[in-house]
């Protein structure tokens, strides 16, 4: 069962990185509206498809915080699209490395838990390999202008 549970963060960056991709290259030719509002419903209809085996009454303060988590999380996605439209994904991705400091930090102040050694190690590496692939895109553009 552990080897089945393990696949699960494969399967979220696998779709992490085709998601940040499409938007990167669809940024530069449709309209930011338009891949905001197709993404979104898209999204809200593929998560709909679980809420009848796993719907509960919500109280006010659910409801609340559901609502507040959409806009921001809405918001955030039409200033991902702009960010995409506006600069190249190497100039952008070292700052979406900063969510793993967010992750961490969220984890542990929420619910009580601080990475461990394994953890760590991840994220140096993870951290490693954006530093590394920034490094490369500035030289490629440095070798593009000479």
Do not use: K
């Not at 930090?105 to 390999?129: E, K, N, S």
């Amino acid at each position: 069962m552990l080897g089945v549970a393990a696949l699960y963060p494969l399967a979220l960056v696998a779709a992490l990185a085709a998601f940040q991709v499409l938007t990167s290259r669809l940024a530069r030719t449709d309209d930011p509206g338009t891949m905001h509002f197709y993404t979104g419903w898209i999204g809200t209809l593929a998560c709909s498809v679980a809420l009848p085996w796993s719907w509960r009454s919500l109280d006010g303060t659910a409801w609340a915080l559901l609502v507040a988590a959409g806009v921001l999380g809405s918001l955030g996605h039409f200033l991902f699209i702009q960010g995409y439209r506006r600069a190249p994904a190497s100039t952008l991705t070292p700052f979406l490395y900063v969510q793993i400091a967010f992750a961490t930090l969220g984890g542990w102040w929420v619910f009580g838990h601080a990475p461990d050694g394994l953890t760590w190690a991840g994220i140096v590496v993870i951290a490693v390999c954006g530093a590394g692939g920034t490094f490369l895109a500035s030289v490629n553009t440095l070798l593009d202008d000479v």
